[in-house]
Each structure stands twice: as C-alpha cells, then as structure tokens.
C-alpha cells in the first residue's frame, strides 16, 4: 500500500542535505525560523510543497481565524467529550499550542503574514483532543486518532517510565480504505 504522506517525508529528508541556504520569502517572522534554513526548505520547496496531502494536527485545536491558517484547514474537530463532533467552532484552538504546530506544518506561504510552513501546500486537519490548558484524556486521543485519521488505536500495556510515572503504550495501525 502506497502512503503518500510517508513518501512526502522521506524526499523532503532527502532533499534536506542536498543544496544551498533558504531563501527569503515575504513572512515577516520567515528570517527567524532557523530550521526551515536548516533542512533547505526552498529547495525542497522545488519538488514538493506537500499537495495532496492532508496533516492532521492532533492538538488543542487550530485558530479557525488565523490568516494563516484558514484557508487550509479541510476538516474540524472536537473529540474532548469523548467522542468527536463536528460544526461550527469545532475544533478551534482556545490555547494556542495546535496552532503553532499547525503554523510549523503547513501555514500558507509567502502571503506577507506570519510564518513559512514547511508545507504550504498541504491540508489540515484540526483535531482538538487537548483543552484549553493542553490537558487531556488519553481516551480522547485514542478516540481523535481513531476517529478521524482512519487508524485503529489500541492501548497498550501500562508501563512505568525510568522515573517511576505511569507511561501508555500505544499502538497505531493504519486501516485500509
């Protein structure tokens, strides 16, 4: 089975070593973002700005509003009730952290706003699983994965970290279309 968004990554790394420093865009906040400099962005920028691909940013949501990021958000949910809905408001960031990981992703590019994403091209998927204090349930993260990237999430044995806390092991299949 072919999986595009797997492919994107592996000829973006690829492209990462291969040639010269980013250049400017029109984002104001593009001359700090160090990392897209450091993976050649632009050049990978050449081959692929991530079309056809959807990023599901499973999170505290993402700014509905924001300038840019509206226009590339397919789908909205809410899924901190257990499970997901749908709807005006669904899914919108009420913390800020899914938006700054939406931001990194795929904000539109080269618009004179904000930032550069390292997909401009590519759809997102705002998946709200964290609130407002980007707290959360683990079922509710099980349930926004499963729910709504088409995967079946199965939680794993309760295990604990070196320090002693509790750790969820988890384990993602993809499901066939």
């Known amino acids: 089975m072919k999986r595009p968004a797997l492919a994107f990554l592996t000829a973006f790394i690829a492209l990462a070593g291969v040639v010269s420093p980013a250049s400017a865009t029109t984002d104001p906040g593009?001359?700090?973002q160090w990392?897209?400099?450091?993976?050649?962005a632009d050049q990978a920028w050449t081959k692929t700005k991530g079309a056809g691909i959807t990023i599901?940013?499973?999170?505290?949501?993402?700014?509905l509003t924001h300038p840019d990021l509206k226009s590339k958000v397919a789908s909205h949910y809410d899924c901190t009730s257990g499970s997901c809905v749908t709807g005006s408001g669904a899914g919108n960031d009420d913390n800020g952290h899914g938006s700054h990981v939406a931001g990194i992703a795929a904000a539109v590019t080269g618009n004179g706003v904000g930032i550069a994403g390292v997909a401009p091209s590519a759809r997102l998927?705002?998946?709200k699983v964290l609130d407002s204090?980007?707290?959360?349930?683990?079922?509710?993260i099980v349930t926004g994965i499963s729910e709504r990237c088409r995967v079946r999430v199965r939680a794993g044995r309760r295990r604990r970290d070196r320090s002693g806390e509790p750790k969820l092991e988890v384990r993602v299949q993809q499901q066939r279309a």
């Open 56 to 63: 599901a940013i499973v999170d505290t949501g993402i700014d």
């Open 125 to 127: 998927m705002a998946v």
């Open 35 to 40: 990392a897209l400099t450091k993976i050649h």
């Open 30 to 32: 593009r001359a700090q």
């Open 133 to 140: 204090q980007g707290s959360g349930r683990c079922s509710d």
